[in-house]
């Protein structure tokens, strides 16, 4: 069984910054896609960033102001917030696509943290 588990949440001001971390254990044979979502009161869930092989994708919303980086070697995932404004202030989720393997068997799945909350306001 594979697990995300995300930290760095928290309260913070506008313009300030957060680090998100996100930590994959398991048995885990490679991960193709990390990620990070986000779901605001009222609004979609939607695609913050991610980074894979081929490259990085931002939301328009954070080009400039955020960053991802993962880590292969440790399986885990970061997404440095700086220049926060209200407009952030969601539950932050990370997401991988995994390959493990369990007892004899070798299974693809995607995984989701638990959700980490982040507040910007004065």
């Known amino acids: 069984q594979v697990q995300l588990v995300e930290s760095g949440g928290g309260l913070v001001q506008p313009g300030g910054s957060l680090r998100l971390s996100c930590s994959a254990s398991g048995t885990i044979l490679s991960i193709r896609t990390m990620g990070w979502y986000r779901q605001a009161p009222g609004k979609q869930h939607e695609l913050v960033a991610d980074i894979a092989g081929g490259g990085i994708n931002y939301a328009d919303s954070v080009k400039g102001r955020f960053t991802i980086s993962r880590d292969d070697a440790k399986n885990t995932e970061n997404l440095q917030m700086n220049s926060l404004n209200p407009h952030d202030t969601a539950v932050y989720y990370c997401?991988?696509?995994?390959?493990?393997?369990?007892?004899?068997?070798?299974?693809?799945?995607?995984?989701w943290g638990q959700g980490t909350q982040i507040t910007v306001s004065s």
């Open positions: 997401n991988a696509d995994v390959r493990s393997k369990q007892g004899y068997v070798i299974r693809d799945n995607e995984c």
